[in-house]
């Protein structure tokens, strides 16, 4: 099952795209406008988590994460970033920004959207594909190279390599 969860998200993560959710409103809301503050300063704070989330992945930012290029990142610069984002002038205020658990950034998918899985109005222009987590794979003895990603395309969570190049950052703080 392992190996499986792994392909699987490789096939899934093979795109950069950015798209329009397709959503079903017939199912409820996982995330709905009601669980989250817009702070007006490029952050979200979500009331169900307590945490402040960046409204843009790493590389946009403006109204509506309409400037800039979505960047890409392996496991490590990604961590990199992070830490010269917080010894440098942080962001909206803040200096403990950090990748979110695996747990953190599921709690962002929206269940009734694919394509990105996620609500649009509160995180616009997410990528399709995954978004590195902090959390290594459970079994990084055997496997250390390993930790998981979100996947934003179908609003799954999958296995895949510290050293893959073609994932997102979206920062989270706790409030």
């Known amino acids: 099952m392992k190996k499986l969860t792994i392909l699987a998200g490789l096939l899934l ?8 959710a397709n959503c079903n409103t017939s199912i409820p809301a996982s995330t709905p406008d009601t669980d989250f503050t817009n702070n007006g300063d490029g ?7 307590g945490l402040m989330w960046k409204q843009c992945s790493e590389g946009l930012s403006g109204s509506n994460c309409a400037t800039g290029t979505i960047t890409t990142y392996t496991w490590q610069q990604a961590l ?17 920004w950090r990748l979110p658990n695996i747990a953190e950034l599921a709690s962002i998918l929206e269940d009734q959207c694919v394509g990105p899985a996620v609500n649009e ?3 616009p222009a997410t990528a399709v594909n995954g978004y590195w987590s902090a959390t290594p ?7 250390p190279n390993l930790v998981w990603v979100g996947d934003f395309q179908g609003g799954q969570n999958v296995v895949l390599s510290k050293t893959a ?3 997102h950052v979206r920062l989270v703080r706790g409030q």
Do not use: E, P, R, W
């Not at 993560?13 to 329009?20: D, E, K, N």
């Not at 990199?80 to 403990?96: C, I, K, P, R, T």
């Open 13 to 20: 993560m093979s795109t950069q795209v950015l798209g329009a």
């Open 43 to 49: 952050t979200v704070s979500h009331s169900k988590t």
């Open 80 to 96: 990199q970033l992070v830490d010269s984002l917080n010894s440098g002038s942080g962001f909206a205020g803040y200096n403990d």
């Open 121 to 123: 109005t509160i995180f």
């Open 137 to 143: 794979f459970a079994d990084s003895v055997t496997s």
């Open 165 to 167: 190049t073609a994932y």
